[in-house]
């Protein structure tokens, strides 16, 4: 188990409070999220696999489960988040293998790229990470506590089961009819897409060779469903607040997990699951037989930005298919640049104390307007975290407010209450601070380091050839080759940063530049 230091800010300044009302995967009904203990919420996410790279099928789910955290601590609520890493499982054991090296060695790789990834997409890390083989203890334990209710048995081969005829509520989550369970029908493998009911492996005896743990069970390792039930329920209790997942995931694997834990405690596991839908790629399922599945870091080599990659993936709300396409990419990556050259408009301009004409009701328009958006904003995130109503608010106040700044009626106690406004929806989709170039750097490093640098554009190779020093020692250069009225060596500077995606902008305070 890992303690992981929240990225939330505590000095950020507590606001109104709004009662989050969210879709239960359980139930099939829209209801109020709130901590059953009236203290902090209890949330169990599922993670990652770590025998390869994330997708961004994969960040869909992580973001969104980002973008629920972000809004529950935007109403003043206190969170207390567990995600598991998987990293010990068939997939893992094979490619392990393939490699010639020990899981212990083969995982951590992984690990660090996944947590690498999220930190590029801006995703707060959970309060606990908590590790599949750093557990082996407390999923022996609740294996022997299913045993001892003839819930779990042991095979000829010392694998362990479960007895899913001894759950009579199974498939209450994923509303699939079991009836028809065949008792003693087996499935050893750690994933399954068939709809049948077979009982599956809590705990697996080891193959030759193959890495195992001694228990009190035998010789082997866990299945892939009893980690998350005896994590979840070591770090949250036996009931908690909510379970979240990718929708992948609701048969068999949080199917099985609420069947052994209910089982073994009679309570109920989690009160709310939280689900969220596959993303299609240029309207096609995601796999790497179509030719269109990517990495986090596929894109960012092909030179799109990681924020751009983020406002994407937020954009539709979670229980909606989200169509990637490279054109809506792009399309995201031009609504990231408008809010920050709003942002840094807002900020940078010397605005006026008072109105030219007295009495101008403009002003107060904008005010309005702005707590409006506000409102309107945490209304949508509210209402099952609807996030394409939540982002259209604050793009609305954006038009009214430059249309406003254009006609020179714009006050500074009007650009107090609309930094206000965009506060709130940073806080929650968090694109305003430009890291894009340093997240692009870092993939390009890391595929040089990889001996796949080939697969970085070379646009990205060219716009990442000059350090910033670089840059701002040519800017400097144009600078004085203009104060000697030498323009054509200016123009050439301007034109050689052009080349390598640096953009330059002349303006009353100076130049600023950006790379695209």
């Given at each position: 188990m890992q303690l992981i230091k929240s990225q939330v800010n505590s000095k950020q300044p507590q606001t109104a409070r709004m009662t989050i009302r969210l879709f239960n995967t359980l139930t099939n009904a829209i209801e109020e999220l709130y901590p059953s203990d009236g203290e902090a919420l209890r949330i169990y996410a599922c993670g990652p696999t770590v025998y390869d790279y994330g997708h961004i099928g994969n960040f869909r789910t992580f973001l969104h489960v980002d973008i629920l955290r972000r809004v529950l601590e935007l109403q003043g609520t206190k969170v207390q988040h567990v995600m598991n890493i998987t990293d010990v499982d068939d997939k893992i054991i094979r490619n392990a293998a393939a490699a010639g090296v020990p899981i212990g060695e083969y995982t951590p790789r992984f690990e660090k790229a996944f947590f690498e990834d999220l930190d590029a997409l801006s995703v707060e890390h959970p309060e606990i990470v908590a590790r599949a083989t750093e557990h082996i203890p407390e999923m022996v334990s609740l294996i022997q506590r299913l045993a001892e209710q003839d819930l779990a048995y042991k095979t000829e081969d010392g694998s362990w089961y479960f007895r899913i005829a001894g759950f009579p509520e199974y498939g209450k989550l994923s509303k699939k009819d079991f009836t028809g369970i065949t008792d003693g029908a087996r499935v050893d493998v750690d994933e399954y897409d068939k709809d049948s009911a077979r009982d599956f492996a809590l705990w697996k005896a080891p193959k030759p060779d193959e890495y195992h743990w001694q228990t009190d069970l035998g010789p082997g390792r866990p299945g892939w469903h009893i980690e998350c039930s005896a994590m979840a329920m070591e770090y949250l209790g036996e009931s908690f607040d909510l379970h979240a997942g990718g929708e992948d995931l609701m048969f068999p694997h949080h199917e099985n997990e609420i069947a052994q834990s209910e089982s073994a405690t009679h309570k109920t596991l989690a009160r709310h699951w939280f689900h969220i839908r596959f993303l299609l790629v240029e309207g096609r399922k995601m796999s790497k037989s179509e030719g269109?599945?990517?990495?986090?870091?596929?894109?960012?080599?092909?030179?799109?930005?990681?924020?751009?990659?983020?406002?994407?993936?937020?954009?539709?709300?979670?229980?909606?298919?989200?169509?990637?396409?490279?054109?809506?990419?792009?399309?995201?990556?031009?609504?990231?640049?408008?809010?920050?050259?709003?942002?840094?408009?807002?900020?940078?301009?010397?605005?006026?104390?008072?109105?030219?004409?007295?009495?101008?009701?403009?002003?107060?328009?904008?005010?309005?307007?702005?707590?409006?958006?506000?409102?309107?904003?945490?209304?949508?995130?509210?209402?099952?975290?609807?996030?394409?109503?939540?982002?259209?608010?604050?793009?609305?106040?954006?038009?009214?407010?430059?249309?406003?700044?254009?006609?020179?009626?714009?006050?500074?106690?009007?650009?107090?209450?609309?930094?206000?406004?965009?506060?709130?929806?940073?806080?929650?989709?968090?694109?305003?601070?430009?890291?894009?170039?340093?997240?692009?750097?870092?993939?390009?490093?890391?595929?040089?380091?990889?001996?796949?640098?080939?697969?970085?554009?070379?646009?990205?190779?060219?716009?990442?050839?000059?350090?910033?020093?670089?840059?701002?020692?040519?800017?400097?250069?144009?600078?004085?080759?203009?104060?000697?009225?030498?323009?054509?060596?200016?123009?050439?500077?301007?034109?050689?940063?052009?080349?390598?995606?640096?953009?330059?902008?002349?303006?009353?305070?100076?130049?600023?530049?950006?790379?695209?």
């Open positions: 269109n599945f990517y990495t986090l870091r596929d894109l960012l080599l092909k030179g799109y930005k990681a924020s751009a990659i983020r406002f994407l993936l937020t954009s539709v709300p979670y229980r909606q298919q989200l169509n990637f396409t490279f054109e809506g990419l792009v399309a995201e990556t031009g609504a990231v640049e408008r809010l920050r050259t709003f942002h840094q408009r807002l900020n940078n301009t010397k605005w006026p104390e008072s109105a030219a004409q007295p009495g101008a009701a403009w002003n107060d328009a904008i005010i309005l307007a702005a707590g409006t958006a506000k409102e309107k904003f945490r209304a949508a995130l509210a209402n099952d975290l609807n996030t394409a109503e939540a982002r259209a608010a604050i793009f609305d106040l954006v038009r009214t407010v430059n249309a406003a700044a254009d006609a020179g009626s714009l006050l500074k106690k009007d650009v107090t209450a609309v930094l206000d406004a965009l506060a709130d929806f940073d806080r929650v989709f968090a694109v305003l601070e430009d890291n894009d170039a340093q997240w692009t750097r870092f993939a390009l490093e890391w595929a040089e380091r990889e001996g796949r640098l080939d697969e970085a554009s070379p646009e990205v190779r060219a716009q990442l050839s000059l350090s910033d020093e670089q840059i701002e020692a040519l800017i400097e250069e144009r600078n004085q080759a203009r104060r000697a009225r030498n323009f054509a060596r200016g123009d050439a500077i301007r034109k050689e940063l052009l080349e390598k995606g640096i953009l330059l902008e002349d303006s009353k305070e100076g130049v600023r530049w950006k790379r695209k």
